[in-house]
């Protein structure tokens, strides 16, 4: 009784750990098993996730969507692939991070990943003011279209070489139950709706 006491004490303390790391990245790939080729991921927080992975020709061997839930591990078994080195690229909304894989005869062994972070306009609603914050998304001209729950199009901004700037807008005065702020910049796209 004692040592399957000791061994449940282990087997929690190895799991615990995994999910300190997890907290402190927002995916963690790892080997699931030593001597196997399983890899597993965790991620911190609930998300969608688009998950690639290519030969080293750069085909695509495998793609999925994923709505990940927090601290919960995905696994995916790798024993079908010949020996070789992949990448695997996971994509969310604020950052892309590469994996490169070697699979070997009898194992997976998972390189330390390489992180793109993406910015991203924010958002913020305080009382009747909605703060939108361009945080330097651009270089050159950004455009803001804010429009209602129909999808009418209610007001429209271009910021030439303001990039940086904090705009504020007043929705006192619509009768609108919600607004969507969409941003474009010469290469990509951003939008997010706001309940009043």
């Known amino acids: 009784m004692k040592?399957?006491?000791r061994f449940s004490l282990v087997i929690l303390s190895v799991l615990m750990v995994n999910v300190?790391?997890?907290d402190d990245m927002e995916l963690l790939?790892?080997?699931?098993?030593?001597?196997n080729k399983w890899v597993s991921f965790i991620t911190n927080e609930s998300q969608n996730i688009?998950?690639?992975l290519y030969s080293a020709t750069d085909e695509v061997l495998y793609e999925q969507r994923l709505k990940t839930v927090s601290n919960k591990f995905k696994t995916?078994?790798?024993?079908?692939l010949p020996v070789g080195l992949y990448t695997l690229k996971m994509e969310s909304p604020l950052k892309t991070v590469t994996y490169q894989i070697?699979?070997?005869?009898?194992?997976?062994?998972v390189a330390v990943p390489v992180v793109k972070l993406f910015k991203k306009p924010s958002l913020a609603k305080e009382n009747d003011v909605v703060t939108l914050n361009l945080n330097g998304v651009a270089e050159g001209e950004v455009q803001v279209d804010i429009y209602n729950e129909f999808n009418e199009k209610l007001h429209e901004d271009v910021y030439t070489n303001e990039a940086k700037v904090i705009k504020k807008y007043d929705v006192s005065r619509t009768p609108s139950r919600q607004l969507t702020f969409v941003v474009r910049t010469?290469?990509?796209?951003?939008?997010?709706?706001?309940k009043l």
């Open 3 to 5: 040592n399957l006491f």
């Open 50 to 52: 688009d998950l690639t």
């Open 186 to 194: 010469a290469n990509q796209e951003f939008s997010e709706t706001i």
């Open 20 to 22: 300190a790391k997890a």
């Open 76 to 80: 995916y078994d790798l024993s079908a």
């Open 102 to 109: 070697n699979i070997t005869a009898d194992s997976a062994i």
């Open 29 to 35: 790939v790892k080997v699931a098993k030593e001597n």
